[in-house]
């Protein structure tokens, strides 16, 4: 059976961004900032869309607020700005991914302890790690983690126009080049993300 590919992060969705996502097989995205005539043209192309908001709580009750506030159909992705945000992020049921970045918390056993929810890796934070040792380290070590305990890994482009929407291998080897793997990785750009968005938010 052909594997379903997804992206579920893109910044903004256009005719450009559609026809890279197509003509690399993604059958999955979601965007932040969708409009109803790109997801429709998508739609018409084989491509299913849905709908991304991306929190940056420095609080639990930031994000226990926001969360509140979003509807049900939306893909939700929690960037935590803070180690009290994150370990709520990591096990409050309504949201999808947390976010690696890299100011994100170094993993601790506490962190391990109430770690349920998915991690993403986004090509566009990860760049931002560039010149950030400890946080390009702190993020590897969550990827490690996450494959030894078997919590799923979803990698994404985090593209903001079609020029940095990489094709799901490229994608898939970002999470085998951090985590001593040699094949790439592809469960991280289809299982996985689709597993993701299929998961109940209650």
């Known amino acids: 059976m052909a594997r379903e590919y997804a992206d579920i992060y893109l910044k903004g969705l256009d005719g450009d961004c559609i026809a890279a996502l197509v003509g690399y097989s993604y059958r999955l995205a979601c965007v932040e900032n969708l409009s ?42 929690v960037k935590p700005l803070s180690r009290e945000a994150l370990m709520t992020a990591l096990r409050d049921r309504r949201v999808n991914t947390v976010m690696l970045h890299a100011g994100i918390a170094e993993v601790d056993r506490h962190i391990l302890q109430v ?37 799923p890994v979803a990698v994404s482009s985090g593209a903001a126009s079609a020029e940095e929407i990489l094709p799901p291998q490229q994608l898939a080897y970002v999470l085998a080049a951090l985590t001593d793997v040699e094949a790439p990785v592809l469960d991280a750009v289809s299982t996985a993300p689709v597993t993701i968005l299929k998961k109940e938010r209650k």
């Open 36 to 77: 109803n005539e790109f997801a429709e043209k998508a739609r018409s192309l084989g491509l299913t869309v849905r709908r991304k908001q991306v929190l940056s709580p420095s609080s639990r009750s930031e994000l226990l607020r926001c969360l509140h506030e979003i509807d049900e159909e939306v893909c939700v992705s």
């Open 115 to 151: 770690w349920e929810n998915a991690v993403e890796l986004a090509v566009s934070e990860l760049v931002e790690c560039a010149g950030n040792v400890k946080g390009l380290r702190t993020v590897i070590a969550y990827c490690r983690k996450a494959v030894d305990n078997d919590i």
